[in-house]
């Protein structure tokens, strides 16, 4: 069965990087494209990019665009989303997700909490 | 960016009783390949999104035939026939047609 296992939670002082990784298994890794979506506390589901796990390319949304990068490891089908710059307002739980039929995510990661603090 | 706007915000139901959930789009949904792409997600509270409708009214594997989606251009709606104790949660609307990917607000389903 299609599963992506996150890492875990994280705690950061504002100003630092997070680098949060997304295990993709139950299927060929890289037929699909990998999303990423996050969700502030008690808030709706923003999305900030893309990466094509065949070729690596990649997508982002303007909201984040100089501050998010997302990359794969083919040899480890996983995906990694770093987000640099950090502040408060960056915390959230942090999801990958699959592409579906180009436009929606039909399987999610468990998410991963990152918090911002001093 | 599409803004993706939902009503109700909050929708109190009688378990067995019907509900139904709007979202419209601040611009057509309509790609320029014919097809509109507007889904539904369900979260559970703890759990990620799960999808349950896509293409406005395909249900995606496993979703129950309870829940039905329909609507055209910027309005669509998501509605259950009969609600189960399952189903209370957030519901999101989503639109695929452009990047970058946008949802709507939320509608939180819990029984009254």
């Known amino acids: 069965q299609v599963q992506f296992v996150q890492s875990g939670a994280e705690v950061m002082k504002p100003g630092a990087s997070v680098k949060v990784s997304c295990k993709a298994s139950?299927?060929?890794?890289?037929?699909?494209?990998i999303h990423w979506v996050r969700q502030a506390p008690g808030q709706s589901l923003e999305w900030m990019g893309w990466i094509n796990a065949r070729n690596g390319n990649t997508k982002y949304s303007q909201s984040f665009q100089d501050r998010v990068t997302i990359t794969r490891d083919t040899s480890a089908s996983t995906a990694y989303m770093e987000l640099s710059s950090l502040t408060s307002e960056d915390t959230a739980i942090y999801y990958c997700?699959?592409?579906?039929?180009?436009?929606?995510?039909?399987?999610w990661g468990q998410g991963t909490l990152v918090t911002v603090s001093s | 960016d599409i803004v993706m706007t939902q009503t109700p915000l909050s929708s109190p139901v009688i378990l067995g009783q019907p509900a139904s959930i709007s979202c419209r789009s601040s611009?057509?949904?309509?790609?320029?390949?014919?097809?509109?792409?507007l889904s539904w997600l369900h979260q559970r509270p703890g759990q990620p999104p799960r999808l349950l409708i896509y293409r406005i009214s395909n249900r995606f594997s496993g979703v129950p035939d309870r829940f039905s989606g329909s609507g055209a251009g910027t309005d669509f709606t998501l509605k259950i026939s009969r609600v189960e104790a399952e189903d209370v949660g957030l519901y999101y609307c989503?639109?695929?047609?452009?990047?970058?990917?946008?949802f709507g607000q939320g509608t939180k389903v819990e029984i009254k």
């Open positions: 997700a699959r592409d579906f039929v180009g436009t929606t995510f039909d399987y």
């Open positions: 989503m639109q695929g047609t452009q990047f970058p990917r946008t």
């Open positions: 611009q057509s949904l309509a790609h320029s390949d014919g097809n509109t792409y």
């Open positions: 139950g299927y060929t890794f890289t037929n699909y494209i």
